[in-house]
């Protein structure tokens, strides 16, 4: 497996490399299910996180990370939900974005 680059990612690049990093770490057995579930847990990560970076009150004995920290692992995440099904997530944002410019915002 390679580093990640210092250069900024495309989002091909970055399913690309979760793909990599997951075959490397022994992952490729989960499932798109335990791979959404853990998607949802790290969400609830980022919400205690965005708490912690705002100086809300949280658990003292909370392990949560950083907010980018917990930004990453829900990109990882994302990423190999994606990859399980089969879906190339620029091409899902731009399909996506077709319809949401269709769409009247209030």
Excluded at 34 to 54: D, F, S
């Amino acid at each position: 497996m390679h580093p990640l680059p210092s250069t900024p990612l495309t989002l091909g690049e970055i399913q690309s490399y979760v793909a990599d990093m997951e075959k490397a770490r022994g992952f490729t057995d989960s499932t798109i299910l335990e791979q959404t579930l853990k998607l949802a847990e790290e969400t609830g990560e980022v919400c205690k996180a965005v708490r912690k970076h705002i100086a809300l009150s949280i658990d003292p004995s909370s392990t949560t990370g950083t907010l980018g920290d917990e930004l990453a692992d829900v990109l990882i995440y994302l990423a190999a939900i994606a990859n399980r099904a089969g879906i190339d997530l620029a091409d899902a944002l731009r399909e996506k974005e077709k319809i949401n410019e269709t769409r009247v915002w209030t």
